[in-house]
């Protein structure tokens, strides 16, 4: 057990000189630790994003309640390590299923994406590709372009190509504007399809399942990295706050100069969340009092 004040041990390889913009991490699923790792491995800012939380909701009090934690409770833990938060809303696509509380939740969303932190409409798109999943996703990205706001969608995790191009498709048809649009969770399966249609392009990088550092920087050798960007994610499942320093490393390996990184991992986000109008230079507010439970 390390002594009360001491800093955990970082190895040497997850310490960046560049400074680094989080675009999508859960870290209402996360230790206090975790920010603290993340802010000595030169994470300055975070975007958290809605997402589903394990089990199914009950009501739409467990939506409110949510997105209340996230934008409030969840800042006051990054601000205790320097970390500037922002926040995206929607109603996930695992969630749409249950479609009379899906929309009673997409009622209640409206006031959310007011506030002065959120920055996009988002993780929206599909999960099994229902019809009620595309219900939804069409009416949040209504919501989305009557305001302005970019999207944040989440590529399905089975039937990902199918599901990308009918989800591209309808982007299509609803004129969306590419520059606008974050389409995450991309693999080999589906780079090429977003790199057509324009928009800008998330890879997730997990331990086991979605991209190891090895095939995100295989992507980024074979695509480039303007309009990309990496995250962690770091949900419920099997993940790791730091993948994004851990794939910093992995791209020096290969040759990567420092300023390609920085615009990959500081820039890009920067410029994709800026079109919200709601991004503030970063920061340094005073310490708040560690957060108790």
Known sequence: MRKPGRLPFVPKESEQPVKIFEPHIHLYARTTDDYERLALCGVRTVVEPSFWLGQPRTSVGTFVDYWESIRGYERQRAQMYMIDQYHTISVNPREANDEGLAMEALGAMAPFLEHERCVAV????????????????????EMAVE?????????PHREKRQGTIRNLDILRD???????????????????????YGCWAGMTVYPYTKL????????LDEYG??????????DWGVSDPLMVPRTIVELRRRGWDDAPIQE????????????SGRLQPPTVEARPEPVSV
Not at 212 to 219: I, K, M, V, Y
């Open 264 to 275: 990959l991992v500081w820039d890009n986000p920067r410029d994709f969340y800026a079109q």
């Open 174 to 196: 609803m004129k969306v504007d590419p520059d606008q649009v974050l389409y995450d969770h991309n693999t080999e399966e589906t780079m090429d399809l977003v790199r057509d």
């Open 122 to 141: 988002g993780e929206i798109g599909y999960d099994d590709i229902t019809a009620a999943e595309e219900r939804l996703m069409i009416a949040q990205i």
């Open 212 to 219: 190891s550092p090895e095939r995100a920087s295989n992507l």
């Open 225 to 234: 990295h303007e309009r990309c960007m990496i995250n962690s994610s770091a």
């Open 147 to 155: 305001r302005n706001m970019p999207l944040l969608i989440h590529s």
